[in-house]
């Protein structure tokens, strides 16, 4: 599946492939290494099975011996089974059956999405073209193109804040774990207020350690949430002014709407 996805720049994701990198032709390669995010491949690291066909362990592949494409995402484990990988039950995505985290971030799928949708609008153009491109499928290969483009940088406008937003808020509670555990109490040479002016004197307090780092990290999500959603505003209004340009045809704005719903 993944030399097919290569060679005719199909979007492509695998599991425990059985898959010989080694079989790709230069070209393919090639758009691999430019198309990353069209090619997910998912294995365990001693699956016991794909080890035989292309020694399946990460510290055996590398660029100067086997020329692996960086599109293997790895997890421990030995199964080859596929109803051993464990999914997202809201997002659907994969995740590393440890922390129940997404092996992939929300930005890179959301650019993954993307290109999936470009190459869905590049064979309607392709196929339209053969005959030539009227000034009707003209209007609507734009409209496609630039709903595509609106909608992609503000899901990934959008993914980006809510997992900055995400860490911030993970790391303020491990930060405030960390000074929770600093115990002013177990001097016995001083009273406690005094270790903890101690403390003070070197810059070390609460509104220093914890108040200043929440304070930044506060600053940095609001200005991410801030243009996410102006990413998300334009695209309103693009999408608004493309349903209109679309609406001129009735015919044209029936199979544009089938279309985004296929997608």
Do not use: C
Request: proline share 3%.
């Amino acid at each position: 599946m993944l030399k097919v996805g290569a060679k005719y720049h199909i979007p492509t994701t695998t599991f425990n492939a059985w898959f010989y990198y080694l079989s790709l032709s230069n070209e393919e390669k090639a758009f691999i290494d430019k198309n990353p995010a069209m090619f997910i491949d998912y294995r365990r690291k001693s699956d016991n099975v794909v080890v035989i066909n292309d020694f399946n362990h990460p510290e055996w592949f590398n660029k100067s011996f086997l020329k692996m494409p960086d599109t293997i995402y790895w997890l421990d484990g030995t199964s080859h089974n596929i109803d051993d990988w464990e999914f997202d039950p809201v997002t659907g995505q994969v995740v590393d059956g440890k922390g129940g985290k997404p092996l992939i971030s929300g930005v890179y799928r959301a650019y993954a999405n993307s290109l999936r949708e470009m190459a869905h609008y590049k064979d309607l153009k392709s196929k339209w073209s053969s005959g030539g491109i009227s000034s009707s499928e003209e209007i609507y290969l734009d409209a496609a193109q630039g709903s595509i483009l609106s909608s992609s940088m503000a899901t990934a406008a959008r993914t980006g804040a809510d997992e900055v937003s995400a860490l911030a808020k993970i790391a303020s509670q491990e930060l405030q774990e960390i000074w929770s555990k600093i115990d002013f109490t177990s001097y016995t040479a001083l009273a406690p207020y005094e270790v903890e002016a101690l403390f003070a004197s070197q810059g070390i307090t609460q509104a220093q350690f914890i108040d200043t780092f929440q304070a930044e990290t506060d600053q940095i999500v609001a200005k991410m949430n801030a243009s996410a959603q102006e990413f998300e505003n334009l695209d309103k209004q693009l999408q608004e002014v493309i349903e209109k340009t679309v609406a001129t045809d009735t015919q044209f704005a029936k199979e544009f709407r089938q279309w985004k719903a296929e997608m």
